[in-house]
């Protein structure tokens, strides 16, 4: 039987750095408020006029080149973003296009933060299905555009960022993406959402000046919402593959809070060493999280060849997923 296997992996972070000291002078905060309830440093925030596809792009690029392929190679494109450069076309034809491609399959994967584990599942099908032969699965994220710097709960939570994988098909058994596990529940779609902007509540002059248009998340139910589920996908899927975790040899979370991921890993008993983070320099950038940090795990040498891999995302929607890989 065919696998799906990761073949080239990138990342792009924008060159703006705004510290928790920085933060401190636009919103009743502290560094010290900040780092004891999340663990974020630092975050990374897009330059003026820079927009998901540009970041999508270079993450893009970084990836197809450590693939050793050329954009002509690549025949699906899918972004997970929340925060697309406009309603529509989808951020995936704007990131074609930079590519200098035509006549692809591409389209956006709507998963809030699980978004690219999400886009790991629809890619190995649309691979699997042997219409295609390298796919760019992308999280890209510009959330600096929807924070409200008048929320102090939220906007010392996130980053702006993208990174990439290049999924390729082998006829080599029992290696790549062995298994993924996705899940949702629209019934608690309220404690993490943008009310306006869409077509319940178009944008009109009182939705902007009630602050509509701005990420709102309810924290506490998040934290103790997302522990559970993360826990309750991760066990499912390693029972799916007839696994435990002392198969694992490192976890690719989604960066969104230590807290949540150090509870986690004593859920599951998997040692905190094993989980890559690097949530104090870019915070929380939703979609863009797993594969930026899976990136920079790769270059690390955190990640080699025969390793399992493990991959778990929690978010809006509610949303939540993870991902068996074993390195090739």
Request: charged share 20%; glycine share 8%; net charge negative.
């Amino acid at each position: 039987m065919s696998s799906v296997i990761i073949k080239g992996v990138g990342s792009y972070v924008p060159e703006k750095v705004l510290t928790n000291e920085d933060l401190s002078k636009i919103v009743d905060t502290s560094d010290e408020w900040i780092v004891s309830r999340s663990g974020i440093k630092e975050r990374r925030f897009a330059a003026d006029g820079q927009t998901t596809s540009d970041m999508a792009f270079l993450a893009a690029k970084a990836a197809i080149e450590n693939a050793g392929l050329v954009a002509e190679d690549i025949d699906l494109i899918l972004v997970a973003t929340i925060t697309p450069d406009m309603p529509f076309p989808s951020t995936a034809c704007l990131v074609q296009h930079q590519l200098g491609l035509k006549n692809i399959s591409c389209l956006d994967v709507e998963a809030a933060c699980s978004g690219f584990v999400y886009g790991l599942e629809v890619g190995k099908a649309m691979l699997l299905g042997g219409r295609f032969r390298n796919a760019l699965v992308i999280g890209a994220e510009k959330l600096s555009s929807i924070m409200d710097f008048e929320d102090r709960t939220t906007c010392v939570l996130f980053g702006d960022g993208a990174g990439a994988v290049v999924l390729s098909k082998t006829d080599e058994p029992d290696v790549g993406i062995l298994g993924t596990l996705t899940r949702s529940d629209g019934s608690a779609a309220n404690l993490l959402h943008m009310p306006a902007g869409g077509s319940a509540t178009p944008a009109t002059a009182d939705s902007v000046s009630s602050r509509q248009h701005f990420l709102k998340m309810n924290g506490k139910e998040i934290f103790k919402v997302a522990v559970r589920l993360m826990e309750k996908v991760s066990i499912d899927l390693l029972e799916e593959l007839n696994m435990t975790t002392d198969d694992i040899d490192c976890v690719v979370p989604h960066q969104a809070n230590i807290r949540i991921l150090d509870t986690l890993a004593g859920r599951l008993n998997i040692p905190t060493s094993k989980f890559f983070n690097n949530i104090e320099r870019y915070g929380n950038t939703s979609a863009a999280s797993i594969p930026i940090a899976l990136d920079e795990a790769v270059r690390a040498g955190k990640i080699k060849s025969g390793d399992h891999l493990f991959l778990v995302a929690f978010g809006a929607g509610l949303t939540w997923g993870s991902c068996v890989i074993k390195w090739k």
